[in-house]
């Protein structure tokens, strides 16, 4: 794993701050625990051997119906909203993002579903225990990562939702734990347990190359990846992948006036370690001309200010709304009537964004990338 000093020094730190200094006796000790806990976990690394294909369609359906999809960014800040008279509102999220991303519908939720969503998340970990995972074809072992992940974290989350001031990434899930949602050791596969940083930066992140595949983990907050509305498989691995990375390098949230989001040095370590060439490079790949442009021009000034509130239809603020809950995505049910105002307000909101994509010249004529074929990128284009 290429890990950069700032990093390192990061993880040193922590554990000066968190572990009493007499259990150490020396410096190198100290590094050595560093290194240990963040050290990719070997059991796991690709040695594909057998030709078996995972079928992820009651996944698939699970999240057509519990994701709404928000189409790409319009690059345009939503306005902020006050509460509105005579209704229990106090408007929803004023964040300029909050139109981009796709949302899970956490406060439509019904007990079916919950449960329906648990019990597949568990049949995930079951199949990881099954299954020789490292032994499979590599789309085959991305795609179940990625999916037990995000499984995982929404289940995780609608359990506690919508979490300390709507921020799911400090739900603390285990009981007598303090350990938060991306450290808390969520899982048992083969014989280790796993957290859902595990998954991303002991097993994925070291043995595929491609950064689109960072993308594809979904982070549970508004700033970060969206989350997709169908499943990942061995076959549509590339094309997924790509889209969710496109609309996350053009989106406010990733870059806008010279602000980078914080997503990008977070998985900086692994695929951009020459940070400013190397992400230029992958940039120029995902951007469209236009906002490309205005990142050579304007540059990296600062981070973005983290977007950390749940990435959900109501922001967080939907049990207290009063709306109904379903199983089905409300765009299929045809009616608002139950939703409630602030729902309500949202739709709208995103209907008159569809409104503005179809008159947005990129949007009209779609978006063409001529680039090289990319082969060395752990994500071929058929099943090994």
Not at 4 to 15: E, G, H, W
Not at 143 to 159: E, F, K, P, V
Not at 198 to 223: C, K, Q, S, T
Not at 252 to 269: D, K, Q, T, V, W
């Amino acid at each position: 794993m290429k890990t950069s000093n700032r990093v390192f020094a990061s993880m040193i730190a922590t554990l000066l701050i968190t572990t009493p200094i007499y259990s150490f006796a020396n410096m190198d000790e100290v590094e050595a625990v560093a290194a240990e806990s963040s050290a990719p976990l070997s059991q796991f690394t690709p040695r594909p051997t057998k030709a078996t294909r995972i079928d992820y369609e009651p996944w698939d359906f699970i999240l057509s119906e519990t994701v709404l999809f928000m189409g790409p960014s319009t690059r345009t800040r939503a306005s902020k909203q006050g509460s509105q008279t005579g209704t229990r509102l106090q408007r929803i999220e004023d964040s300029p993002y909050r139109m981009e991303g796709n949302k899970v519908l956490y406060p439509m939720m019904n007990d079916l579903v919950q449960e329906d969503m648990a019990a597949y998340a568990e049949e995930l970990v079951a199949l990881g225990n099954k299954l020789d995972i490292p032994a499979l074809p590599r789309n085959e072992q991305l795609a179940y990562w990625l999916n037990l992940h995000n499984a995982l974290i929404i289940t995780t989350i609608q359990s506690n939702y919508p979490g300390p001031s709507r921020r799911p990434h400090l739900i603390k899930p285990i009981k007598g734990s303090d350990a938060k949602l991306h450290d808390a050791k969520l899982i048992k596969i083969d014989g280790l347990d796993l957290s859902l940083r595990d998954i991303r930066e002991r097993i994925v992140y070291p043995n595929w190359d491609n950064p689109d595949i960072a993308f594809g983990f979904h982070h549970g907050h508004l700033g970060g990846p969206s989350i997709m509305n169908i499943a990942y498989t061995g076959e549509n691995l590339r094309s997924l992948l790509r889209d969710n990375a496109t609309e996350y390098a053009n989106s406010l949230r990733g870059y806008h006036s010279g602000r980078l989001a914080p997503f990008f040095y977070e998985i900086a370590p692994w695929y951009f370690p020459d940070f400013k060439k190397d992400l230029t490079t992958y940039l120029k790949r995902r951007m469209r001309s236009e906002v490309f442009s205005e990142f050579e021009q304007t540059g990296i000034r600062s981070k973005n200010s983290p977007e950390y509130v749940v990435a959900d239809i109501s922001s967080g603020y939907g049990l207290d709304q009063g709306i109904g809950k379903f199983y089905g995505n409300p765009i299929s049910l045809g009616s608002s009537a139950n939703l409630g105002p602030a729902i309500e307000a949202f739709l709208v909101e995103r209907e008159l964004k569809a409104q503005k994509l179809l008159k947005t010249d990129w949007f009209k004529r779609g978006t063409v990338t001529i680039e090289d074929i990319e082969t060395d990128d752990g994500i071929p284009d058929e099943i090994e």
